[in-house]
């Protein structure tokens, strides 16, 4: 996997809360059983009317606004376990999302697939939201190495917190399944003392 | 001084990393044929086996049809992920139910039907409502397919320990309020963001007055709040239950068991992030009026008025409300619906059949309506059949399907169309969730069997 230091980009704004796992990815594009492809269907039913044609209005049809980073409103990713979720808004190509809130399952997903989420104050969040609305060009910066995310269009700089382990593998790249097969004998370990129970 | 929670967690702790989260040791694997086939090839591509297949049950639930499940799937994609998962079982030899067989249905049903599904156990699955299987006394929550993939290769996932909250139900429900309008009254108190980061114990009077089945419909519903899950400590309720189940401990395992049961329970100084603590009495029947489950209120209320809405969730709350086709502050009592479904990992278990027949009986299904009756597993069916049930239903004007998850998320045929109005006992009530444009209102089986009945929506304690 690629390691993630510091991105700068311009983002896509989203400001709606609750925006639940089913509408990041609807159920009836669950039916893949590979992880790509799912980028396509992110948001689908906000982004495309029943025949299939683009809403001039929804934010990803509409060309002021592209970038890395998703920045939506509070409790993002709540609903259902499904990774897939994660693997649209990956595939699409967002590294980050910034919100004030996002459900658990979502976040540990997103992390799972390399893409970044940071969790952010509602007054920061609303500020960015202002300063899109100002300037669809500002950028943010995420530097993981410091924990900071800056908003290049006011300056102001807020820190977020991600555990050390997980910030480990997004600096090195490395998954939780490497981490884990070379951890066998501990497990087989547990387990005898578990069956003298 | 330890929670239930804190006690049957740190009796699964592999490792502890240094600022970072938990090795956790899981007893159980469930996979369902849609969050698992990206998780098998994982191993394929690194070459590894199932690392303790007798752990491992696997069975199809999401994709598979409520009839003529004895022909091919029609759909070809559905069709592949339930081909995948058969495929998957084989090769990798772990536990397997696939359609037609006896013991398929839902996995959030079948786990505790067949003692699969035991206390002190910590379950996984690459779905949200494993927190049903909390009910048991039980440490279940939901995964996402990195993990599944993980728990295949290891038995462990890594885990942030989440925090302790307990919910209090004191006092009795009155009559005509279920388990599902415990749960959702409290979401609807809650909100959907509200117990995020937590996990949570039911206790209380009201709480360990339900049944099994009632107490699974309630650690379900745990998620919808954002919990990591829910759970009721085990008791002689839960034991009976246990008890003579094909997979459940026996003889003189049973009686082990049964001693290191009885000590999960938390402490009585026990402290909890949170508590919080509700007034059984004071829930009614609950329907949902918007497009999320904390959008919920007594069948007889009226919906919120966007003014007491805070400012940040006007916006939403009114797309919702507009998607429902509801108004702000109007009453929902007698409105038409076209739809009725009874089922799902919520409230598809024999209980609410029972529930539901005995409300139906010796009434008509209203006509013009789509009632869909779905067992959550293939025992409840039998076990509808046994009591003859069927017969109620069937003399009322209603007819049984297949088990799976069916309308609840509506990846198979059962599709509520766009615009109209579903009466649900499933858990969710989001845009789309059960078919493009459907609407869905969240409710109990009673509040179910009362629309059904009418053709709109009723307070079942009127009929
Ligand atoms: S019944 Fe619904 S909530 Fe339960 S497992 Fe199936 S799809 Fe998920």
New binding site residues.
Partial sequence: MDKFRTLTSTIVPLPIENVDTDQIIP?RFLKATSKDGFGDNLFRDWRYDKQGNPIKDFVLNDPTYKGEILVAGKNFGSG?SREHAAWAVAGYGFKVVVSSFFADIFRNNAMNNFVLPVVVSDSFLSEIFASVKSDSAMTLTVDLEKQTVTNNHTGKSESFSINGYKRECFLKGLDDIDYLLSKKDKIEEYEKGKSLL | MNTLFDKIWDAHVVTKLEDGPTQLYIDRLYC?EVTSPQAFEGLRKRGLDVFRPAQVCCMP??NIPTLHQDKPIVDPVSKKQVDTLDKNAKDFGVQYFPIGNAKNG????VGPEYGLSLPGMTMVCG???TS?HGAMGAVAFGIGTSEVEMVLATQCVFQTKPKTMRIRFEGKLKAGVLAKDMALYMISKMTTGGATGYFVEYAGEAVRALSMEGRMTLC?LSIEMGARGGLVAPDETTFAYVKGREFAPVGEAWDKAVAYWKTLKSDGDALFDKEILFDASEIEPMVTYGTNPGMGMGVSSSVPSIEEMEESGRASFAKSLDYMGFKSGEKLMGKPIDYVFL????N?RIEDFRVFADFVKGKKKADGIVVWLVP?SWAVDRQIRQEGLDKVLNEAGFELRQP???A??A?NEDKVPAGKYAVST???NFEGRQGPGARTILAGPLVAAAAAVTGKITDPRML
């Fill in positions: 159920a259902s | 369902h639930d999401h839902i996995i959030h049903v779905d949200s409502h049903t379900n089922g799902s990992c919520t598809g959550g799976g998850c069916s609840c998320l990846m499933s858990n969710r």
